[in-house]
Nanobody, 122 residues
Framework: QVRLVESGGGTVQAGGSLRLSCAASGYTYCMGWFRQAPGKEREGVAR????????YYADSVKGRFTISQDNAKNTLYLQMNTLKPEDTAIYYC??????????????????WGQGTQVTVSS
């Protein structure tokens, strides 16, 4: 069982930055960030393979967001720069305990955080 606790959401003006954190309890093979905007389906933002640090990003955030992991603290981060109003959403941390692949697919992740609101004003 893995418990995920997110923090770091808030309101920022367009062009600003925020950093999200996700503290995990237990072993994680693959971790990711997803988001859900009002009236839209949840979408993948970025994922990281815990053992190697290999990362993958959705095209919409590539070059602006950075996913990272501090294995000593068992904490996942999402540094978000040059934020846009369309980045406004509830952001969720997700984890996969074990597996053979690490993909940015919602169905691959069995553990989810409670979500944290990110609002970008124009």
């Amino acid at each position: 069982q893995v418990r995920l606790v997110e923090s770091g959401g808030g309101t920022v003006q367009a062009g600003g930055s925020l950093r999200l954190s996700c503290a995990a309890s237990g072993y994680t093979y693959c971790m990711g960030w997803f988001r859900q905007a009002p009236g839209k389906e949840r979408e993948g933002v970025a994922r990281i393979l815990s053992s190697s640090g290999n990362t993958y990003y959705a095209d919409s955030v590539k070059g602006r967001f950075t996913i990272s992991q501090d294995n000593a603290k068992n904490t996942l981060y999402l540094q978000m720069n040059t934020l846009k109003p369309e980045d406004t959403a509830i952001y969720y941390c997700a984890a996969r305990g074990y597996g053979a692949v690490c993909r940015l697919l919602e169905r691959d992740f069995g553990y989810w955080g409670q979500g944290t609101q990110v609002t970008v004003s124009s």
